[in-house]
């Protein structure tokens, strides 16, 4: 259930001069959770283990077109594989020539491990990598920058603080304008842009509240 409760942090500076760092609580965890249908792609790392052949067992990096040379195996096209379908392919591979019954597992670590989602009114909505010291106006440009029905001065940031997840609006005219600081953006956070197309519970709540610089629980 959705819920407007008591504010966890106070307010942003309002006025040009008084420009205070926004003292918004750090999130539980920057590294995005992967599914087990999280996909190979470049410069990603693959961990191999194949029983009753150490010769293979590694990490391998992926090149920027996905593919990696492997002990016996030579090159190998793994991008947009899954690590299972990565262990099922070698497998395969190592049936034709080498093994009989070959017992493979993969695994799948990310070149790029924290992660930004920016959705709503933006030009390219998405998953973007975060980078030491994004910020909010940085991070919306990466997404291609404020689509013509967005409404700028209410952006959503929502993050997992001890267990919650909670979400702050920001006004990016303020921000450029200088009247506000532009706060920090960790990796799992979403961002998102208000706008006369965007439809949600929880940015209804905030368009018809007060313009906070301030997290809250949503749910």
């Known amino acids: 259930m959705i819920s407007a409760l ?21 999130p539980d965890n920057t590294f995005p959770v992967r599914s087990a249908d999280f996909r190979a792609g470049p410069l990603d790392k693959i961990e191999i283990k194949v029983l009753d052949l150490p010769d293979l ?10 593919r990696t040379k492997l ?9 947009g594989l899954t690590a299972l379908e990565v262990a099922e392919l070698i497998e395969v591979r190592l049936a034709e ?8 597992v993969a695994s799948l670590t ?3 491990i924290e992660q930004v989602t920016v959705e709503g009114a933006v030009e390219s909505p ?32 929502v993050r997992r603080v ?20 532009d706060p920090p953006i ?10 006369s197309m965007v439809r949600s519970a929880f940015l209804d709540i905030v368009r018809t509240g007060p313009l906070l610089a301030a997290f809250r629980p949503i749910w």
Do not use: H, W
């Open 162 to 181: 001890d267990g919650q997840r909670l979400m702050a609006t920001f006004d990016l005219v303020a921000i450029r304008e200088g009247e506000a600081a």
């Open 6 to 26: 008591a504010v966890l942090v106070g307010c942003s500076s309002s006025g040009k001069g008084n420009l205070e760092s926004y003292a918004l609580p750090l």
């Open 71 to 79: 002990p016996l195996l030579g090159d190998m096209n793994l991008l």
């Open 97 to 104: 020539s080498y093994l009989r019954s070959p017992d493979v």
């Open 186 to 195: 960790y990796g799992n956070d979403l961002i998102i842009m208000d706008g």
């Open 110 to 112: 990310p070149a790029y």
């Open 57 to 66: 067992d590694g990490t391998y990096t992926l090149n920027i077109e996905g």
């Open 126 to 157: 998405g998953t973007y990598d975060v980078r030491p010291g994004l910020t909010l106006l940085e991070a919306v440009a990466l997404s291609g920058g404020a689509a013509d029905d967005a409404n700028q001065r209410r952006a959503v940031i």
